[in-house]
């Protein structure tokens, strides 16, 4: 038996998976210029 629903959501996983990828990626970006400030200004 197919699910229409379930393949709908499956066709849109990798759109969620690339949006998650570039929040992440901008986090990650943001927590390594605080980093970066923190340890040039204590320098």
Not at 26 to 39: G, R, T, V
């Amino acid at each position: 038996m197919q699910h229409p629903q379930h393949q709908k959501r499956f066709k849109l996983l990798p759109l969620y998976i690339s949006e998650y990828k570039k929040i992440f990626a901008a986090s990650q970006n943001c927590i390594f210029q605080k980093n970066h400030e923190e340890l040039s200004g204590s320098a």
